[in-house]
């Protein structure tokens, strides 16, 4: 192979503008596993386990619930360069396993937690949120046993991605939940919209902003958002909060689980979009989130179309 290791400038730039733009450097990912030697560390109180078909590798680490201690199981990575990260955790789902299990990112700005339901959703990567990252070989992801819920929390594996920008918009659902269909439904009588999804589905924040939490007869366990650019995102019906009231939240981030609290028939997710007291019709918002593409200014939403018209029992979840 024969080496140039001298080039003028006025080469390089000659060089440079007949390739065009340099194409950005594909994403690097990190896997962590519990078996990963040297980088996952465990009390003695966690067992190891190869039951669960669903596990990530050739087993999983489980404990019991400790609300004495924390006893976190830690994944450790080493991570090349500061910056957002997309953080994803692998782990076997049982009905008998815990349904909020908390989870710590070590992020550059302190330690986050979320909290997630290893009753469903298992056996397949799922995203924590993106997260800014410190450069460093260090415990990155940890789980916790400090959970009055019962069940196993369950260890098994991490993914750590890192990502080329801080990502503007995401849907409020893992992609993988529903169809595109389902994102287009019209809602009762006011502009709105449920995305019948089960109980312990990660709800994500989906844009930037700062979290209200709710906590009523209608709305239930919920959250209004509200985002960078001054509306309101309104999430109903979690089965618990992963971020507490007042948290600056980025897009992607998961700020609850699913579920059938507040004046709900049945578990879904109730979302909706405001600009002041104005309701705004979401459909069009998340379309272009399932299309991977700029969604429309909440403010450019129309307020009619998104609704039947002829129903009136339902009642109207308030703008809080």
Same mark, same amino acid.
């Given at each position: ?93 049982? %009905? =008998? $396993?815990?349904? /909020? ?5 070590? #992020?550059?700005? +302190? !330690?986050? @937690? ?35 819920? %019962? =069940? $196993?929390?369950? /260890? ?5 991605? #890192?990502?080329? +920008? !801080?990502? @503007? ?50 709305? +239930? ?100």
């Amino acid at each position: 192979m024969k080496i140039i290791t001298r080039l003028s400038a006025t080469a390089v730039a000659a060089c440079l503008a007949l390739l065009g733009p340099a194409t950005p450097a594909a994403a690097a990912t990190i896997t962590v596993d519990n078996a990963t030697a040297g980088q996952f560390t465990a009390s003695a109180g966690w067992g190891t386990s190869a039951w669960s078909a669903q596990r990530y590798g050739a087993d999983y680490r489980f404990a019991t619930p400790d609300t004495t201690a924390s006893d976190v199981a830690w994944f450790k990575a080493s991570i090349p360069a500061a910056g957002p990260h997309l953080v994803e955790i692998w782990y076997p789902a049982d %009905p =008998g $396993y815990n349904s /909020a299990a908390p989870f710590m990112v070590a #992020t550059a700005d +302190g !330690t986050r @937690s979320v909290l997630v339901d290893q009753r469903a959703n298992g056996g397949r990567w799922v995203s924590l949120g993106t997260f800014t990252l410190a450069a460093g070989d260090y415990n990155v992801v940890g789980v916790s046993r400090w959970t009055s819920q %019962p =069940g $196993y929390v369950v /260890a098994d594996a991490v993914r750590i991605t #890192t990502s080329t +920008g !801080t990502p @503007s918009f995401s849907l409020p659902l893992p992609r993988t939940a529903l169809p595109r269909s389902e994102y287009d439904d019209p809602h009762h009588d006011y502009p709105a919209i449920d995305l019948p999804v089960g109980t312990g589905t990660p709800a994500y924040a989906v844009r930037a902003g700062t979290v209200t939490v709710i906590d009523d007869s209608l709305c +239930g366990r919920g959250i209004n958002l509200t985002g960078t650019d001054g509306a309101i995102y309104t999430y109903c019906h979690f089965s618990s909060w992963s971020v507490s009231n007042g948290a600056s939240v980025g897009a992607g981030q998961q700020i609850g689980l699913t579920g059938n609290t507040g004046n709900s028939t049945g578990p879904h997710l109730h979302f909706g979009i405001r600009t002041g007291s104005t309701r705004r019709c979401p459909q069009n918002f998340l379309l272009a989130l399932y299309d991977g593409v700029t969604p429309p200014a909440a403010s450019s939403l129309p307020t009619t179309g998104c609704s039947y018209a002829t129903r009136s029992a339902e009642p109207v979840i308030p703008l809080g």
